[in-house]
């Protein structure tokens, strides 16, 4: 079945979204509170970032043990009843799965470091010897510096770790790992889950280590794990021994894609889908992404037009819980904030491929606007900002303005704002894990479900929308304009064609008809005509 072609996905930041027992932290009954919510808005599958066990050095990305439920969300009768509630309101629950490495919490690795003969666990990992008293080679990590650290108690050997160093790299070159990670699948998909969103999923295999060149900037060793012939085969290998025995399917998270590459993960159903992450560099330097450019609509439209037209089908989404506030990037958050939240959900719903909302990104939750270094947690954050500070070389507050600005997770990642009370009602006033957003007072759902035209209650028609029309599920598509200010595209499926058109300036914008139009939807409630679309306007026009 195709499911995942006709809903609207949902992730859930489960430590983010509502508190239950009012222990600063979100948890399972919460989201189970909550689902009710996410029916109304029309959502289909709930992907749920990282639940399983773990010290939650990068939050819950780094799983010490992949059958357990973190106590801090509640137990496995949590997770079964959340299951039975989704069931019952026919919402599908995909499941975050970090295979790329584990938490050196993780039993396999406390083992795979003893010092004892013929260690079956030592191969588990990629631990090599040290270069005399260098590490193994000049890999990074993508959180900045090198990607090896030195074992205690071993003679000269490190471990690699390609994201934070309590996030060790499995070695795929192992049959045990292989299996070990098949048996976590299916004991995931026994329970119902519809499928996995795959963390990193083409950086697993390490086809060889040897020394990038010296001259690379950052993510020295890329050539030699990103997109390997290993990776697709082990893919491939999970896909007829395991998924193919289930209805699910899987989304990748895949950086250093290239359209062939891409066609190639569906052609050969590694994946069913993939994130790209070309049009994350809209307003800052692909390059050095700490370094902050003006947002250009071009810069973020062309790459998604790119997508659209390389491959059959995506995954599409402009948040995440590693991405900064949409509505604080792209557009104009301050004159035309409303304005510039719908028309991306205009945009979002109507692109071919699966759309993936964020939580929050339905009511325009926005970036923290006087978030202090002080108060940041995110590991990618506080390690880069030392690399920042050592290379360039800057002030530490200098520093912290880059990352801010560009990179920092904690954005996207405060407590969900469910009303005006205590703590925006994620709960009932412990201090939450990571601080609020302070806007919550105005941003809110109850506020939102109140105002007819708030962007909650246009995310509502946008969704349902989607949910009834064929044209945006089936539809081809085919660019029309990309420009800094107009950008359009038109969906055909079955003889009826929609012509979406948005505007990303501040300016009335004229667009000049070549076709007949008949308005389906649109982000404005006034009158508007179409020598004159409104500043941040977004429609979707059927062509008659
Ligand atoms: C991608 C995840 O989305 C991110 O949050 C995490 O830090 C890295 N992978 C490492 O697991």
């Known amino acids: 079945m195709n499911e995942y072609k006709e809903r609207v ?76 509630e989704a069931k019952k309101r026919d919402i599908l629950i995909v499941m975050d799965l970090v295979i790329n490495h584990t938490s050196t919490e993780h039993a396999w690795f406390k083992e795979a470091i003893k010092d004892i003969p013929n260690n079956k666990y030592r191969d588990y990992y990629i631990i090599k010897d040290g270069k005399g008293d260098k590490v193994p080679n000049n890999w990074d990590s993508a959180f900045t510096g090198t990607c090896w650290k030195k074992i205690d108690g071993l003679d000269n050997k490190y471990y690699m770790h390609l994201y934070c160093d309590t996030q060790a790299d499995l070695n795929y070159h192992n049959e045990n790992v292989i299996l070990e990670i098949e048996d976590i699948m299916k004991f995931w998909l026994d329970k119902g889950v519809y499928g996995f969103r795959c963390d990193v999923i083409n950086n697993i295999f390490k086809t060889s280590l040897q020394d990038d060149s010296i001259f690379k900037l950052y993510n020295k060793g890329e050539k030699f794990y990103a997109n390997q012939k290993g990776m697709f085969d082990i893919l491939k290998r999970f896909r007829t021994e395991v998924l193919d025995k289930y209805n699910c399917f899987l989304v990748g998270e895949t950086g250093a894609l290239t359209p062939e590459i891409g066609r190639e993960f569906l052609s050969s159903r590694a994946l069913d889908m993939f994130f790209e992450f070309d049009h994350i560099y809209a307003d800052k330097m692909s390059k050095i992404p700490v370094i902050k450019s003006d ?3 071009k810069k973020l439209v062309e ?160 969704i349902k929308f989607r949910n009834e029309s064929d044209v945006l599920k089936y539809g081809s598509f085919e660019r029309q304009i990309v420009s800094n200010k107009i950008c359009s595209f038109y969906r055909t499926y079955k003889g009826r064609r929609f012509l979406i058109i948005l505007n990303f300036s501040d300016d009335i914008e004229t667009y000049w008809l070549k076709d007949k139009l008949s308005l389906v939807i649109s982000t404005y409630k006034e009158d508007f005509h179409l020598n004159a679309l409104p500043p941040h306007f977004g429609g979707i026009f059927e062509v008659i």
């Open 295 to 297: 947002f250009q609509a």
């Open 9 to 84: 996905v949902y992730q859930i930041y489960p430590s983010s979204f509502k508190d239950s027992n009012n222990d600063g932290w979100g948890d399972i009954q919460g989201i189970i509170s909550k689902l009710d919510y996410l029916k109304d808005l029309g959502i289909g599958i709930i992907w749920l970032s990282p639940i399983y066990d773990s010290p939650m050095d990068d939050m819950g990305y780094d799983i010490s043990n992949y059958k357990q439920i973190n106590p801090r969300f509640g137990t496995m009768a949590d997770f079964d009843k959340l299951m039975v």
């Open 303 to 462: 790459p998604i037009f790119k997508w659209q037209e390389a491959v059959p089908w995506i995954a599409n989404y402009l948040e995440n819980h590693d991405q900064l506030r949409s509505v604080s990037r792209y557009g104009n958050e301050k004159e035309f904030y409303k304005e510039t939240a719908k028309m991306l959900c205009l945009f979002l719903l109507s692109l071919k491929g699966t759309p993936f909302i964020y939580q929050g990104e339905e009511i325009g939750m926005t970036n923290v606007s006087d978030l202090k270094l002080e108060e940041v947690n995110d590991c990618a954050s506080l390690s880069t900002i030392k690399t920042v500070q050592k290379l360039l070389p800057v002030s530490e507050e200098k520093a912290w303005k880059m990352i801010n600005e560009t990179i920092c997770r904690d954005h996207a990642r405060t407590p969900m704002q469910w009303d005006d009370s205590t703590n925006a009602g994620f709960n009932e006033g412990a201090k939450t894990w990571l601080r609020m957003n302070n806007n919550f007072d105005k941003i809110n759902v109850k506020n939102e479900i109140e105002d007819e035209d708030s962007i909650l209650n246009f995310y509502k028609r946008m």
